[in-house]
């Protein structure tokens, strides 16, 4: 799966192998749940092949990742609190892997930002 090799090489720095698996789960988890039908994984893999092109022009290409792989990962169409919820628990699981504040602090203003950006309209 291609969001699984990304989630190893942002999380490659950490030799906690037990969480970086239980985290991985948990993300898995969220993007499956049964009423998604466009937030799902296969979104964030699309978003990593779109990003790959820009990554040699980032400062630093763990920050876009890590907000590509979070931005979607609380998606319930009845709350508008979606991103806040998101960032929540990227800075949650980002501490447990001891990822720097400022990445943090920039990963959750990335998702933050998704706020206000209209979601697609599937139609068929």
């Not at 950490?14 to 998604?36: G, N």
């Not at 792989?69 to 009845?78: G, N, Q, R, S, V």
Request: hydrophobic fraction near 35%.
């Amino acid at each position: 799966m291609y969001t699984g090799q990304m989630w190893n090489q942002l999380t490659a720095f950490s030799k906690k192998e037990e969480l970086k698996a239980q985290l991985w789960s948990e993300i898995v988890d969220f993007y499956a749940e049964p009423y998604r039908f466009y937030h799902t994984i296969e979104h964030v893999a699309e978003l990593f092949r779109w990003s790959e092109q820009f990554l040699k022009n980032l400062e630093n290409p763990a920050v876009v990742g890590f907000a590509i792989l979070y931005h979607d990962i609380y998606h319930d169409t009845f709350k508008d609190d979606n991103e806040d919820e998101s960032a929540a628990k990227t800075r949650e699981h980002l501490q447990k892997l001891n990822v720097k504040t400022s990445v943090i602090d920039h990963v959750e203003t990335f998702i933050l930002a998704t706020k206000h950006t209209p979601s697609p309209t599937i139609t068929s």
